[in-house]
């Protein structure tokens, strides 16, 4: 029986490669340092907890809630777009609160997208952001991930020799995988070549708040103009350590904010209201835990950088984000992400992404997640540090057992 057409049009799933070898692992007693999923590992606010705890306490919230998000909550992600970026924004007509910026992308793809519709995408850059089209017809034209001047120069090409025209271009900075961070001046000018070339931005701002060196990262939005094409996604994952909350947020052009609601309405009635309620409050709660765990992240990543390095394997310190984006070491380099993050599994129980799963650009680098604390983190360095060690003898069984197949 053939498969199903949505289905034929998605590759094989490369991360689930790399968990079935760490479940593997550990079904036979092996302790697997998994620096693979983007999954937080600190705990989420205490605050934030009691205020779901006493809202669901509350019968009146096990009720159907509303899909675009209830009102206190639209209006606590205004106040926040208000307080850290300087815009304003209608939270009634250009927010909806989104089961995770994840469900947001893929619901705005089905909301807009015709069939071979053609959308801009950074190559690598998290699967959603392409898939999300792909499963609703698009097709995805691939643009450099970091931003700068070949990227506009590769939009300029892509508007001039795709048939038909483009109708969006999507951005995440800072970036999943790559960490890369964007500047006002870069928006800018993406901007005034989505007004020329009447395209939309679809920003994927969901790492906001973990940042290290310079200023905060800017949002789209602060670009005078810029509500007129761009629709922006965030998410409390992160900033507030809420991953299995599922709680984020997709605001900006009314026309696109409009469409994206309308389509949910057809599929949720949005998440649990206490849920909802305490995410308002987290909104409100005021800076000091995001500070908090923006310092772990850092201590994190200094930790990283050192113990890596010193174990013989140079990671590239990120600005921002919680991952680190990391050339496979010399010798690997032929054999590939998937290859090569399977055999850390096999030979150092340390699990990375391969980066290959974010796009066939990015298969000479894999991905680190910043999710284990700072002992752990060296645990992985020294494993690895023996796993480099032994190198050739590695390659050469890579080698001698793939002439055998």
Same mark, same amino acid.
């Given at each position: ?138 097709? *995805?034209?691939?643009?450099? !991930?970091?931003? %700068?001047? /070949? ?5 300029? @090409?892509? #508007?001039? $020799? ?114 909802? *309620?305490?995410?308002?409050? !987290?909104?409100? %709660?005021? /800076? ?5 765990? @923006?310092? #772990?992240? $850092? ?62 650009h990015g298969d000479e680098h894999v991905r680190i997640a910043l999710v284990e604390n700072e002992q752990r983190i060296r645990q992985a360095a020294r494993s690895i540090k023996r796993f480099l060690a032994g190198a050739d003898k590695t390659l050469h069984n890579v080698v001698s057992l793939a002439a055998h197949r």
């Open positions: 029986m053939s498969e199903f057409h949505r289905i034929r049009r998605l590759p094989p799933y490369v991360f689930e490669q790399v968990n079935k070898l760490k479940k593997h692992a550990r079904d036979r007693g092996a302790d697997i340092i998994d620096l693979g999923m983007g999954n937080p590992d600190l705990a989420t606010p205490a605050h934030i907890v009691q205020k779901l705890v006493q809202s669901v306490e509350d019968p009146r919230t096990h009720r159907y809630s509303m899909s675009k998000g209830i009102p206190g909550l639209r209006k606590a992600q205004a106040a926040y777009y208000d307080r850290r970026f300087g815009v304003r924004l209608n939270p009634e007509t250009e927010i909806v609160a989104t089961l995770g910026s994840k469900e947001g992308f893929a619901n705005l793809a089905q909301a807009i997208t015709s069939p071979g519709d053609v959308v801009l995408c950074p190559n690598p850059t998290y699967p959603i952001h392409a898939f999300g089209f792909i499963m609703s017809g698009g097709v *995805i034209r691939s643009l450099p !991930a970091e931003p %700068g001047d /070949e990227l506009l120069r590769a939009m300029d @090409r892509a #508007v001039r $020799h795709s048939i038909p025209k483009p109708i969006a271009v999507i951005l995440c900075y800072p970036a999943n995988p790559t960490a890369a961070v964007a500047d006002l001046d870069f928006y800018r000018e993406v901007v005034a070549f989505a007004k020329k070339h009447d395209i939309f931005v679809l920003s994927d701002l969901a790492y906001a708040e973990i940042y290290f060196e310079g200023a905060p990262p800017p949002s789209v939005l602060q670009v005078p103009g810029a509500m007129d094409v761009a629709v922006e996604f965030t998410s409390l994952s992160k900033t507030f350590s809420m991953p299995g909350w599922r709680m984020g947020f997709a605001v900006g052009n009314e026309r696109l904010i409009g469409a994206l609601a309308r389509v949910k309405s057809y599929l949720d009635y949005g998440a649990f209201a206490p849920i909802q *309620i305490a995410a308002a409050a !987290a909104l409100n %709660g005021g /800076e000091e835990c995001i500070d908090e765990m @923006r310092g #772990v992240y $850092h201590r994190r990543r200094d930790v990283l950088v050192e113990s890596f390095g010193r174990a013989g394997w140079e990671v590239p310190p990120p600005a921002a984000s919680m991952f680190a984006w990391v050339p496979i070491p010399p010798a690997f380099r032929e054999i590939g992400s998937l290859e090569f993050s399977k055999l850390l599994v096999e030979k150092a129980d340390v699990a990375v992404a391969p980066g290959v799963g974010f796009g066939e």
